[in-house]
C-alpha cells in the first residue's frame, strides 16, 4: 500500500457501536492489493444482530449508494455481486466480531477508484466511515516482481529478504528505494526505517540493534534487485516488512512477513556459506557440519539440494537424504553412484557430500539442510567446475592467447 493518505472528519456515529478508523484517502498502483480499514468497537448493551456493509457512493455529496461491495449479516457474508469484483474483495479476517471489519480489494483497477463506505450495526448502535481509494496506472513503469510471502529464520541466522523489480525504458528518473518495518493491525504504522537508497547513496544504521546487520545484496541495486540480508538475525527482528520502489511517474511496494524461532539447543550448521572451484573429473567435497544439543534425541532428517532461480527459492534437483539414519540417493542417472555421504556415522556432526567425477554441469548452488524436532537450519554452497587445463594455466599463472 502506497503511503499517501489523507486525515478528514471523524467518522460519523449513532448509538454505542463506534468505529475508530479515521476517513482518509488511500492510493494504490493498479494491479496491487489494496487495504481499507474499518475497525469497530461494541459496547455491552449492543445485543443485536452485527450487520457490516461496504458500499461505494457516488454523486457530488456522496449521497448515492453506487455499489454494494460486500455484506456481512447473521455471521453469513454475501459478495460477488458484480462480475468485475467477483473473487477480488474479501474481509481481511475470519474473525469479525472481534472488531475488524477491514477489506482487501485484489488486483485493484482503476475503475476500482471512489468512495467506499464501512457501515456497521448493531442495534441499538450503528456507526459509518468513509474512505477515499485512488488506484493511479503506472502501467509501463516500476514494478515490483517478487510476491508477497512469509519467511521464517532461525535466530542467529542470515535472513533473506526479496525485492526483485523491472523499470521501464522510460523510467530515467532517480530511484529511491526504501525497506521499512510495520506495525499496527493492519501494518499501518512505519515501525522503523531499515535501509534506504537514494540517489545512489545507501542510508543505514539508523538504529543500534540493527547496526551493521542490514545490507543490499547487490551492488547493482538499478539492475533490479533491491534484496537485503540481515545478518545475527534476532528475535526482535520478527515483524512485517516493506520494500518500496520509487521512480518517477512510478511507487510499488511488496510486503514481507518474516518469523524467527528461537532454535535454542536445537541442531545448529556451524558450516559457513561459501564458494568451492574444482576441477573437471575430480572428486569435490562439500562440508557440511553441525552440532546437536544433548536433549535432541529425535529423528534426524539431512537433505542436500541444488537449487536454482534468481533468489535461490526453487528447488532443482533433491541429491541424497538422510532420513532416520537411512540413506536415499540415485534420484538422477546422471548422478547415480556419484554422491555420497563423507562419514558412516552422520549423526556425529558431520552431513558433508562427495561429488566423484564431478561435471561442468554439477555447478550451481547447493543447500544442506537439516530438520531435528523443533529446529530447522540450512546452509548454502556455491559449486563452480572448470575444465582441468583452464585451471592448470590459472595455477601456474599463465595467460592464455
Known sequence: MLSAMHMFLSPDFTGSVNITTPEQTIQEAQGETVHLPCMFTLSPEDQGPLDIEWLRLSGPNNEVVDRVIILYTVDKIYSDF?????????????????????IKIRNVRPSDSGTYQCKVKKAPGVAKTTIQLTVVDFTGSVNITTPEQTIQEAQGETVHLPCMFTLSPEDQGPLDIEWLRLSGPNNEVV??????????????????????????????????????????????????????????????????????????????????????????????????????????????????????????????????????????????????????FTSDNIRSGDASINISNVRLSDAGIYQCGMFHGSGEVKRTIQLTVVGKLLLLVESDGLLMG
Not at 458484480?82 to 477491514?102: C, E, H, M, P, Q
Open 82 to 102: 458484480y462480475y468485475d469484483l467477483k473473487g477480488r474483495v474479501n474481509f481481511t479476517t475470519n474473525d469479525i466480531v472481534s472488531g475488524d471489519a477491514s
Open 191 to 340: 515501525d522503523r526505517v531499515v535501509i534506504v537508497y537514494s540517489a545512489d547513496k545507501i542510508s543505514g544504521d539508523v538504529y543500534p540493534d540493527l547496526k551493521g546487520r542490514v545490507h543490499f545484496t547487490s551492488h547493482d541495486i538499478r539492475s533490479g534487485d533491491a534484496s537485503i540480508n540481515i545478518t545475527n538475525v534476532q528475535l526482535s527482528d520478527a515483524g512485517t516488512y516493506q520494500c518500496r520502489v520509487k521512480e518517477n511517474p512510478g511507487i510499488v511496494n511488496r510486503n514481507i512477513k518474516l518469523t524467527v524461532t528461537d532454535f535454542t539447543g536445537s541442531v545448529n550448521i556451524t558450516t559457513p556459506e561459501q564458494t568451492i572451484q574444482e576441477a573437471q573429473g575430480e572428486t569435490v567435497h562439500l562440508p557440511c557440519m553441525f552440532t546437536l544439543s544433548p536433549e535432541d534425541q529425535g529423528p534426524l532428517f539431512i537433505d542436500w539440494m541444488q537449487l536454482t532461480g534468481p533468489e535461490n527459492e526453487v528447488v532443482n534437483r533433491m541429491f541424497i537424504v538422510n532420513l532416520a539414519d537411512k540413506i536415499y540417493d540415485d534420484f538422477y542417472q546422471d548422478m547415480k553412484g556419484r554422491v555420497k
